[in-house]
């Protein structure tokens, strides 16, 4: 294990947790939750890191519910694939609290970016949003805390015995698969904004042309 990653510490958590609930796609699925087992299980404070990786958490997931309130079906069509596009909607729909409660609980491959889209997009008030959310994080984030306490020894013993030598090359590669994800990501929201303002200059010429027409007596 590189000693680097071991001292990225819970502000290094909280950065991981954030972009892991945005989105800005992660090279590795379930980041937050491998660090923060791993942090643990070297001797971290549990509580500390779990309260850090909750936090990062809603900040990452308030801005994709965010993204989706101010972007609407726009957004959805940009991040959502089709053929999950009518389902997370009609799911959102049905069950606005499960539809943000179970994504946020569940691990990989159940996929959080949808459905925190798509809650924001269909009008899932802000304050049940972060409620809903945090509860679920608060669990999950909070079994694995535990998990790195009973059972984090025997990853760095597995870890150490197997897979040290090809630790750095592995870091290497995830840090350049983040490095693409962030710059994707950014580029995907621009071209969201792009949209929004293109539809809005849509608008104001379709009020304008609207304004000009003469009344017919």
Not at 41 to 47: I, L
Not at 58 to 77: I, P, Q, S
Not at 155 to 173: E, K
């Amino acid at each position: 294990m590189p000693h680097w990653l071991t001292h990225l510490g819970a502000l290094g958590l909280f950065s991981v947790a954030v972009v892991d609930s945005s989105p800005i796609p992660l090279p590795l699925p379930g980041s937050t939750d491998l660090l923060l087992l791993w942090l643990v299980a070297y001797g971290g404070d549990p509580w500390l890191l779990a309260a850090f990786a909750i936090a990062g958490s809603l900040v990452g997931g308030y801005a994709t519910w965010n993204l989706g309130r101010r972007g609407g079906e726009a957004a959805l069509r940009r991040y959502v694939p089709a053929r999950l596009l009518g389902r997370v909607v009609g799911w959102v729909e049905r069950h606005r609290i499960l539809a943000v409660f179970l994504p946020a609980l569940l691990p990989p491959p159940i996929p959080l970016l949808p459905f925190a889209l798509a809650s924001g997009a269909l009008g899932v008030s802000r304050s049940r949003f972060l409620v809903v959310y945090g509860a679920a994080r608060t669990l999950r984030y909070s079994l694995i805390a535990w998990l790195g306490v009973v059972y984090g020894r025997h990853a760095i013993r597995l870890w150490s015995g197997t897979l040290q030598r090809w630790s750095t090359p592995l870091i290497s590669v995830f840090v350049g698969l983040l490095i693409a994800g962030t710059c994707f990501g950014i580029w995907k929201v621009s071209g969201l904004r792009k949209i929004d303002a293109a539809d809005k200059r849509a608008l104001h010429k379709a009020a304008a042309r609207a304004c000009k027409t003469p009344e017919i007596a």
